[in-house]
C-alpha cells in the first residue's frame, strides 16, 4: 500500500471527526444557552407591552411600585409608596416583576382575622409578649 493513499484516508477520517464534534457542540451550546436566553427575552417582551395603569410592579433594583401612566413604548410612570409626590418615570426594562390587580389573590375574612389575632398574640418576630406569659 502506499504511503499518500494511507495518509489520505486517515487525514479525511480525522476531518470527519473534528468536524462531527464541532457540530455536536455546537448544537449543545444552541440548545444549553442561546435558545433558552430567547425564550426568556420574548417572555420579557410579552410582559413589557401587557403593563397597563394600575399594576404593581417591582423594579429592578427592588422598589415596589405603582404604574400611573404609559407615556410611550419604553417609558412608564410610576409611583412609589403613599406619598403621591413621588412619581417617577422610568424605562420599562427597568421592570422586573409584574402584578395586574386582577391577579392579586383574594383572601377571605376569617383567614385575615385569624392572622391578626396571632399576630396579636406573638408579637411582631413570632415570639410570645411578655404580657401572654
Known amino acids: 500500500m502506499d504511503y499518500l493513499t494511507l495518509l489520505t484516508k486517515t487525514g479525511s477520517n480525522g476531518t470527519t471527526v473534528i468536524i462531527f464534534y464541532v457540530v455536536i457542540l455546537v448544537a449543545f451550546f444552541y440548545f444549553m444557552i442561546i435558545r433558552p436566553q430567547k425564550k426568556q427575552n420574548?417572555?420579557?417582551?410579552?410582559?413589557?407591552?401587557?403593563?397597563?395603569?394600575?399594576?404593581?410592579?417591582?423594579?429592578?433594583s427592588g422598589f415596589y411600585g405603582v404604574v400611573i401612566d404609559v407615556t410611550d413604548d419604553e417609558t412608564v410612570i410610576v409611583e412609589f409608596g403613599n406619598n403621591k409626590n413621588c412619581r417617577i418615570p422610568m424605562h420599562k426594562k427597568a421592570i422586573a416583576e409584574v402584578e395586574s390587580p386582577a391577579d392579586a389573590v383574594v383572601t377571605n375574612d376569617a383567614e385575615e382575622e385569624k392572622v391578626e389575632e396571632t399576630t396579636k398574640k406573638k408579637g411582631l418576630f413570632g415570639k410570645a409578649k411578655k404580657d401572654d406569659q
Request: charged share 25%; proline share 5%; net charge negative.
Open 42 to 60: 420574548a417572555q420579557q417582551e410579552e410582559l413589557m407591552k401587557g403593563i397597563k395603569p394600575g399594576d404593581s410592579i417591582m423594579t429592578t
